[in-house]
C-alpha cells in the first residue's frame, strides 16, 4: 500500500536539496554558490490506525497523517471519516 493518507490525500512530493558553498559576502568572500542540486522525497508521516467510531458502534481501521489525526482528535471521528467517505453515514431509527 502506498504512503497516501485517507483522510487528507496527501503522499510523497519530490522536491530538492541545494548544496552551498563559499565564505559570505560579510566576510570578505563572494557570497554563497550553489554547488550541487540533489533531487529528494518528502514523505508523508503515515500510521495505520483502529479509531472507534461511537456512532457506528464500531472501530474503523485507516491509514493516516499526523494532520488528519490531530484534525480527527479535533472534530471527531464521525464527522472527519464522513467527510472522507470512508464510513457511511449512520440511518435515523424511527
Known amino acids: ?26 566576510s570578505g568572500g563572494v557570497g554563497l554558490n550553489t554547488t550541487g542540486v540533489t ?17 457506528l458502534k464500531t ?3 485507516v491509514k493516516l497523517s499526523a494532520r488528519a489525526l490531530k484534525t480527527i482528535s479535533k472534530n471527531g471521528p464521525y464527522s472527519v471519516l464522513l467527510k472522507a467517505g470512508l ?8
Do not use: Y
Not at 533531487?39 to 456512532?55: A, D, G, H, L, S
Open 39 to 55: 533531487k529528494r522525497k518528502f514523505k508523508v508521516n503515515t500510521q495505520t490506525k483502529r479509531i472507534w467510531v461511537p456512532e
Open 59 to 61: 472501530h474503523v481501521r
Open 87 to 94: 464510513i457511511k453515514p449512520v440511518k435515523k431509527q424511527a
Open 1 to 26: 500500500m502506498s504512503r497516501v493518507c485517507q483522510v487528507t490525500r496527501k503522499g510523497t512530493r519530490a522536491g530538492n536539496t541545494i548544496a552551498r558553498k563559499g565564505l559570505s559576502k560579510q
